[in-house]
């Protein structure tokens, strides 16, 4: 008998009291296991819900996702990340968790049209087996960029599941469809195997850069919960070892959402270099497309190397050599190789020029022509390569860097933050009576001109051309994304303000001398703002709402007996 099959599972059993798998689906899209099968290649074994529509399109590609390619030579195990674009016709799928995006930090909502593969791979002898080499992939797939907290789950799951396979798996999805759902803000505590993890869920309203979760423990839990300090950063010092005096233009290439290519000789260290170079310009959303690791399979291989146009905006990590010859006219090529000590200092990789990225042996280094806006801030630089020569943990070292990191990027965005304020109407002007005043377009020449008293020079020492990077990062997709966002935020506000104020408006009192179409009139508009702030779940005052309810179903009820029967069919 399948173990994931029949009325024993907890699915049939609380389909009465709540949805099934609902609190599953809120951490997880599904569990994949992908083997290796002499006349198929790598084939998905197993997927758990066993009910979850993945198309045959998703299915191809998480199967060469989740195995590194024979170039990286990857014995034992070996955890990565990967991300794929979903198929065409889920996207239009309503999300159940725009409260959850409301709330999360814009880097780590969830995501809309891509699948987070979180990967366990394991490669060893085995005897027993024709090729000689047992090959079996656990993988998570997820909308949530949770990518610390998904591979600490599968260094506990896995290698339980390669022991005892399919019922361990099943136990485990039982066990994560008892959490509480991902809510911003809160310390969950999260029973898995024997062990309570406790994470911190960050929200939006969280200061940036701010201390580290502490234990929190309300009740006597056993055993004492594991504490994980966060969800989704990582050891960024580690990422970046040896290219930490480039590390200024890799951060203004990921500002301009410049295409790139990481080549790496692991899907581990590609992987991860990918998701470092991305958070690097954090708190700013990334709105570029990133492939943490990306095969010669992948759908979007003919799309992304396509010599007619110029290359995405997207970056690239990969591990095949092959892909040296394939990507020869990008812009930007940063090849890594294994980490090499120069004395006490990992070898620092030099910058080079594109026309040497030819053979399929070519060395370490970027290879671009890209020259910097700004200087490079030296101070860091000897404090981090310092800190290595006093064996500093990497903990230490990487909370440096990522403070620098959210300073160099808060120093460019403040000024962009302060003057899109200053294009919000006045509270004032919120009346009533009239549709809520229009937020005032964005020009970039007036923004340019408050630079010299409000930017960034107030808040950060480095030197160099600010202006000029201004200019490229609107042309940016980056730009973009950070401005639609701001605006929707910016106009659900004055939503938000203009019901308050009908709210507080009397309305009974202009209804007086009012003929019935006006009324009418008056009550249909009424009631598209409401439908329309609890579709966008507006923030609006405590009660504000049921007011408006309450004092819509008053004037219907002052209506003639036809009037009250057509509106309250409608």
């Known amino acids: 008998m399948n173990p994931f099959d029949g009325s024993g599972s907890p699915r049939h059993e609380e389909a009465g009291s709540r949805c099934p798998w609902n609190r599953f689906s809120s951490w997880l899209e599904c569990v994949c296991v992908v083997t290796f099968d002499l006349e198929l290649g790598q084939a998905i074994e197993l997927v758990f819900p066993q009910d979850v529509k993945l198309t045959e399109k998703e299915k191809t590609s998480i199967c060469y996702l989740s195995f590194p390619d024979s170039y990286s030579g990857c014995l034992g195990d070996t955890q990565f990340s990967f991300r794929l674009r979903q198929s065409v016709g889920r996207r239009a799928v309503r999300f159940r968790d725009d409260m959850y995006n409301r709330d999360a930090p814009v880097t780590l909502q969830r995501e809309a049209s891509h699948f987070f593969g979180y990967v366990y791979f394991r490669q060893v002898k085995d005897v027993s087996v024709k090729r000689g080499y047992f090959q079996k992939s656990l993988v998570l797939v997820s909308r949530l960029p949770y990518t610390h907290l998904f591979h600490s789950l599968l260094q506990i799951i896995a290698p339980e599941f390669f022991e005892k396979l399919e019922p361990c798996l099943e136990a485990v999805c039982n066990e994560i469809d008892q959490w509480p759902s991902p809510v911003p803000g809160l310390t969950l505590n999260l029973p898995l195997m024997g062990v309570i993890i406790q994470v911190r869920i960050p929200s939006k309203a969280d200061k940036p850069g701010g201390s580290p979760v502490r234990q929190t423990v309300k009740e006597n839990l056993l055993p004492t919960p594991t504490l994980l300090p966060t969800i989704h950063d990582l050891d960024l010092f580690k990422c970046f070892q040896s290219v930490l005096i480039h590390l200024q233009m890799l951060w203004e290439l990921m500002l301009l959402g410049e295409p790139m290519v990481v080549m790496a000789p692991s899907p581990t260290v590609s992987s991860e270099t990918v998701l470092a170079l991305v958070s690097s310009i954090s708190p700013l959303k990334f709105c570029c497309d990133f492939r943490p690791y990306f095969t010669i399979h992948d759908n979007e291989f003919r799309e992304f190397t396509t010599r007619t ?170 730009f973009d994304g950070w401005y639609r966002q701001r605006h929707k935020e910016m106009t659900q506000k004055l939503e938000s303000l203009h019901l308050e104020v009908i709210c507080e408006a009397d309305l009974l009192g202009w209804t007086r001398d009012k003929s019935e179409v006006e009324i009418v009139d008056l009550i249909l508009k009424l009631r598209e703002k409401l439908t329309k702030a609890r579709r966008q779940q507006l923030q609006v005052k405590d009660g504000v709402l049921d007011k408006l309810d309450a004092f819509i179903n008053s004037i219907i009820r002052s209506l003639p007996a036809d009037l009250q029967t057509v509106l309250n069919s409608h």
């Open 309 to 478: 146009q110029a290359p995405p905006n997207v970056i690239l990590g990969v591990t095949n050599p092959f892909f040296i010859k394939t990507f020869q006219n990008w812009p930007h090529v940063v090849r890594l190789g294994e980490i090499r000590m120069a004395g006490d200092l990992p070898k620092q990789v030099k910058v080079k020029k594109l026309s040497k990225l030819k053979t399929l042996d070519t060395k370490p280094g970027i290879y671009t022509t890209y020259k910097t806006f700004l200087h490079k801030d030296k101070i860091l630089i000897k404090r981090l390569l310092k800190g290595i020569q006093r064996k500093r943990p990497s903990e230490v070292q990487s909370a440096i860097l990522r403070r620098h990191l959210l300073e160099l990027t808060q120093s460019f965005i403040i000024p962009l933050e302060r003057y899109m304020a200053s294009l919000m109407p006045l509270q004032r002007s919120v009346t009533p009576w009239k549709t809520p005043p229009q937020i005032r377009p964005f020009s970039q020449n007036e923004f340019m001109s408050t630079l010299d008293h409000t930017g960034p020079q107030l808040t950060s020492v480095l030197k160099g051309d600010w202006m000029g990077l201004y200019r490229k990062f609107f042309r940016s997709p980056n």
